[in-house]
């Protein structure tokens, strides 16, 4: 595999620009301080209980998630070419979504198999022919960033339908500016913090016409969701109400919240859920997370539904090789960032290469997430491949595949001290009136020497993202 790029050092070892006052900060600070710092943040995420589930773990369960004192820093042109591209897809993609639950021109055009889109599990056909408040179906997206090669972005992934871990955006940074404000005291890195008044903003700009004072609400599975922190913390950001399924009802088509008061209309539903579990009339009927004739009101336009339900088959990782094709269809645009060369397993040809190479690539089932349901061929055995080439086989159609990409390091602190580590970035996107790049988001590490697999569920650790709003760096 390639030299990774460093995003800290150029070739030489030289510390680049943009990380010129954090390297001379770590270089005065005597390492008795950084580690109090590191202990003072690891007290501190312990105190307000950041955690996340690891599936498959016999203890359990919720770890506290690490944290990096490093910062992932961005100069300002890098980010101004970055924020053009995000906006780019994620328009192309909720006008891909409109189609295909409409006139289907992209389908008719055979820009996009038809077969791919209107087979695919998560396609609802209850959406169909319905439009959606302003034309937006995802309004808060998650697209995946990795940087490899000589430095070049691609999108790895899009998350459209329920994309987590803004919340660690938002600590981290709260973290960053107690631990380091001498750094932040310059003023020349871009604020996060405004997130939650631009998620209450996008949301209450999605609610039904008529409503001129939209009440919003969170809806979460409950607590013993792995991202229920996540949702606590953003109604509370917020000033909005959390609520379960059991605490709605429907009644006239119109969604009502069970309040000390008496019941209160809801306008809006930042939903939490995923599409199965919204409306037991109308999806999974034995779920009990959801409420029973919310997607009647939902059509009958007196709620909103945030994101809209069935824009799954937008993120869908057999949808992904397509979406440069998105944007020439429907923005008559050449894409700004590139997607990683992907080949389809339900093509022949693609599925011969594969398992040909399978040592030398990622393989990914179309629905898999958190770094599950993957295989890293050239970290594994040869018996993990065989067992994968088996799974392929059985259902070719589930899976893709694409080259192993060394992706960018960042200096990150281990038990021997500071040493590179793999890491991605997710910015987050609010799409309603306007398209809000959110400057910064979630960079993820991967905490194990050599890992490219990033993911918070299975051992990946955060850092915060700084984004330089000038081209001179921190002075």
């Known amino acids: 595999m390639a030299i990774a790029y460093d995003e800290m050092h150029d070739p030489l070892r030289r510390v680049r620009s943009h990380y010129g006052a954090f390297d001379n900060w770590l270089n005065r600070t005597p390492e008795t301080e950084i580690a109090h710092k590191r202990r003072e943040a690891e007290i501190s995420f312990h105190r307000v209980g950041i955690t996340f589930s690891v599936y498959g773990e016999e203890s359990g369960n919720e770890r506290l998630i690490p944290f990096d004192l490093v910062p992932r820093i961005v100069p300002a042109g890098e980010w101004r070419m970055l924020e053009a591209g995000l906006r780019q897809r994620v328009h192309a993609l909720n006008l891909f979504l409109g189609d295909v639950y409409g006139e289907q021109r992209i389908l008719k055009e055979a820009r996009v198999p038809r077969d791919l889109v209107l087979d695919n599990s998560e396609y609802r056909q209850e959406m169909r022919g319905f439009e959606v408040p302003g034309g937006v179906y995802s309004h808060i997206s998650g697209i995946d960033l990795v940087r490899a090669g000589d430095g070049e972005y691609f999108v790895l992934e899009d998350n459209l339908r329920v994309p987590s871990g803004v919340s660690y955006m938002l600590e981290n940074r709260r973290m960053m500016a107690r631990l380091l404000p001498e750094l932040f005291a310059r003023q020349q890195i871009a604020p996060v913090e405004r997130y939650p008044d631009m998620l209450l903003d996008t949301l209450r700009e999605a609610a039904p016409a008529s409503v001129d004072y939209p009440v919003v609400a969170v ?66 009927a034995e779920s009990m997370l959801g409420v029973p004739g919310l997607f009647e009101a939902y059509r009958a336009g007196n709620v909103t539904l945030a994101n809209a339900p069935g824009t799954g088959v937008g993120d869908d990782k057999s949808v992904y090789p397509y979406v440069p094709e998105m944007i020439r269809f429907y923005l008559s645009e050449e894409p700004i960032l590139h997607n990683v060369p992907t080949r389809v397993l339900r093509n022949a040809d693609d599925l011969a290469y594969t398992l040909e190479h399978l040592h030398e690539l990622v393989v990914k089932e179309v629905h898999g997430a958190g770094g599950y349901g993957m295989l890293v061929g050239p970290a594994s055995t040869k018996a993990e491949i065989e067992e994968f080439r088996l799974r392929i086989l059985a259902d070719p159609g589930n899976y893709i595949a694409q080259p192993t990409l060394s992706l960018s390091t960042c200096p990150t602190f281990v038990e021997s001290g500071l040493a590179p580590r793999h890491i991605d970035l997710r910015p987050y996107i609010l799409c309603g009136r306007r398209i809000n790049v959110v400057p910064g988001g979630l960079t993820r590490v991967a905490l194990r020497e050599g890992s490219l697999v990033v993911n918070s569920s299975q051992g990946g650790g955060t850092k915060d993202t700084w984004v330089l709003e000038s081209d001179g760096g921190i002075g």
């Open 219 to 284: 809806l979460t599975p409950g607590a013993a969701n792995s991202a229920y922190f996540e949702h606590a913390f953003l109604a509370q950001q917020m000033g909005v109400e959390l609520v379960e399924g059991a605490d709605l009802f429907v009644r006239d088509a119109m969604v009502y919240m069970r309040t000390t008061r008496g019941p209160q209309r809801v306008h809006v539903l930042y939903r939490r859920i995923n599409d199965d579990y919204l409306d037991p009339r109308v999806f999974r």
